[in-house]
């Protein structure tokens, strides 16, 4: 998060599926659906935009779930009480509107199941998670501007393809990629996450202000997992990577005594969200360990060069040599490359002159 965070080329088409998956929860809820009203001709417009989403959503409906169809799960859904669809309802529109819950005074986050029947809920978070599950990966019925087509919409892939295109800090076609949250290697495995986790909020499965591509060190248990991003259903002590970016505030505290890196804010209004996202992440504890295991390579390297010129009947390394490895090391950090903010406040921070000696004292190579 020390960097922008952007939306990508493809993102209109999240926001529009996301409209899509509104429209249709909407209508499901809506008291005059019934099970009857699930077909074809009942799917076009206007109950859907277009007679391509409408097409797109009868086809991805026959697909079956964990042995269920989906349309036979949207028809319960269509059969819900009307209490419950009111309570859905609410639930639909409150959650639609996550961007209100980064502005001034916004209204009650739902942090509980809205659905009194857990039959249902399960059938709701069924369909609704498949948009991203099975619709995504096999391709939304839109262009990446988010204009409706029948065919060769935008895919999982694509979206993981533009996100790590969009995000690269090298234009070299091998430069190793960075996790937008961690500064760490993006590895070769990354996740595709959810900010607000889709198992408790299905209706950002699709979402173009919920998706990223992090590192699966970031998003895996016990990091960040199906932990929630909010402090009971209050975002106001959290960073959002697009709707309240740490970018510009985020900063690493360096701690010489304890030899230790600790995540912090510029601002001090910003110190709580720091916390939040220093325990969603364990942040701390992993930019420490990479501190370590920097200022330890380097100590091994200058050991190893000392202990040749020995062997080679040389003069061991000055203090002003030492000196100058250092400078160098400081001045060949690549802001490109993963960890670069962490390796950054290790070289300023041995730079420091009380630092620099007790640092050359533990290497204890000085002549
Ligand atoms: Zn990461």
Request: contains cysteine; negative net charge.
């Amino acid at each position: 998060m020390f960097k922008t965070i952007h939306r990508v080329e493809c993102s209109p088409a999240l926001a529009a599926c996301q409209q899509l998956i509104r429209t249709f929860s909407l209508w499901l809820c809506n008291p005059a659906t019934t099970p009857a009203s699930l077909t074809q001709p009942g799917l076009q417009p206007p109950v859907l935009p277009s007679a391509i989403e409408a097409d797109w959503l009868w086809t991805f409906l026959q697909r079956v779930d964990a042995g269920r169809q989906l349309l036979d799960l949207a028809r319960e859904l269509a059969a819900m009480p009307n209490t419950e669809k009111a309570a859905l309802t609410s639930w639909v529109q409150s959650v639609s509107d996550l961007a209100a819950q980064f502005k001034p005074a916004p209204a009650a986050w739902p942090i509980d199941c809205p659905l009194a029947i857990g039959a249902n809920w399960s059938a709701f978070r069924t369909v609704i998670e498949a948009f991203y599950e099975k619709g995504f990966r096999s391709g939304l019925p839109y262009l990446p501007n988010g204009t409706p087509v029948a065919a060769g919409g935008v895919t999982y892939a694509d979206f993981v393809r533009a996100f790590r295109s969009a995000h690269s800090r090298s234009n070299a076609p091998h430069a190793r990629q960075v996790c937008i949250l961690c500064s760490g290697p993006l590895g070769d495995t990354p996740h595709v996450d959810h900010w607000v986790t889709k198992s408790a909020f299905p209706l950002l499965s699709v979402c173009q202000d919920n998706l990223t591509v992090i590192c699966s060190t970031c998003n895996e248990a016990p990091n960040k997992g199906d932990k929630p991003v909010h402090s009971a259903g209050n975002f106001s002590n959290w960073f959002h990577p697009y709707l309240r970016p740490a970018h510009g505030t985020l900063q690493l505290v360096y701690d010489a005594h304890a030899v230790a890196v600790r995540c912090s804010s510029v601002e001090v209004a910003d110190h709580p969200k720091a916390a939040n996202l220093n325990k969603l992440l364990d942040l701390d504890a992993r930019w420490t360990r990479e501190l370590k295991a920097e200022y330890e390579k380097h100590q091994e390297i200058l050991r190893r060069r000392e202990a040749w010129r020995v062997s080679n009947a040389q003069v061991g390394h000055t203090l002003t040599e030492l000196n100058a490895y250092i400078q160098q090391w400081a001045d060949d950090l690549l802001p490109s490359e993963p960890y670069h903010e962490v390796h950054a406040t290790l070289a300023q921070a041995v730079l420091e002159p009380s630092r620099m000696e007790a640092w050359l004292e533990e290497l204890a190579i000085v002549q």
